[in-house]
């Protein structure tokens, strides 16, 4: 099957549908967009009152209700009816996965009751080898996805690239928010996911 063609304006709609907010910086790792293509297509958006820019620390550009209006009309096209099976498949594969990987982060930033402080070498490699299994399990569920819907092939570089900088050393690689760390991409994994589906999270998705 033949992967739906993502156009890059809605590239540029849907990551900030799934981050919320996000800066220029953010959007081109998220998207693997050229920065050129990004700063273009921001002006543009703005000028037509679909993004607007937020301050704050957590700030960057978001949605305004036309733009979350346009990308849910973009989002039927992105999707089609053929891959909804094949998402709604790697979802339900998704969610045991992210039970292991809660319980992953759990054990890297505590030790019992007490906040990990990394100081012992062989319990962090311990965790992160298991990651690292977590990882190549993640790519290969991802494998169908990306088959059917492009975007989703930029899942794997991303995780790839943090779980490279955590094996180099970066602690703040595995969890730190808004460093595009492993747990920054699989939090929009997770929500890419129950978008593309249409779906809200329950119960499973906290499992």
């Known amino acids: 099957m033949i992967p739906a063609v993502t ?5 540029l709609l849907h990551a900030l549908a799934v981050k919320g907010a996000a800066s220029e910086s953010a959007l081109t790792d998220a998207t693997g967009l050229a ?3 990004i700063t273009g297509m921001v002006e543009q958006l703005l000028a037509e009152e679909l993004v607007r820019r937020r301050k704050g620390r957590l700030g960057g550009l978001a949605l305004l209700p036309a733009g979350r209006a346009m990308h849910s009309e973009l989002l ?17 594969t998704f969610l045991p996965v992210n039970g292991r990987f809660k319980d992953l982060c759990t054990r890297w930033q505590l030790r019992g009751s007490e906040p990990n402080d ?14 690292a ?27 790839g ?6 094996l180099n050393g970066e602690i703040a690689a595995f969890t730190k928010p808004l460093t595009e760390s492993y747990h920054d991409v699989w939090m929009e ?6 978008t593309s ?11």
Request: aromatic residues 6%.
């Open 197 to 207: 589906l249409g779906r809200v999270r329950s119960g499973a998705d906290e499992g």
């Open 7 to 11: 156009s890059e304006r809605f590239l």
């Open 161 to 166: 690239s943090a779980l490279d900088r955590l």
């Open 35 to 37: 920065e050129e293509s």
């Open 76 to 92: 039927v096209a992105d999707i089609g009816t053929d891959a909804t099976a094949a998402l709604g498949a790697t979802y339900e």
């Open 189 to 194: 994994l997770h929500q890419d996911l129950l």
């Open 118 to 131: 990394h100081a012992d070498a062989a319990y962090d490699s311990a965790v992160v080898t298991e990651l």
């Open 133 to 159: 299994s977590m990882h190549t399990q993640a790519v290969g569920f991802l494998g169908p996805a990306a088959a059917v819907v492009s975007r989703f092939a930029r899942y794997p570089l991303r995780l």
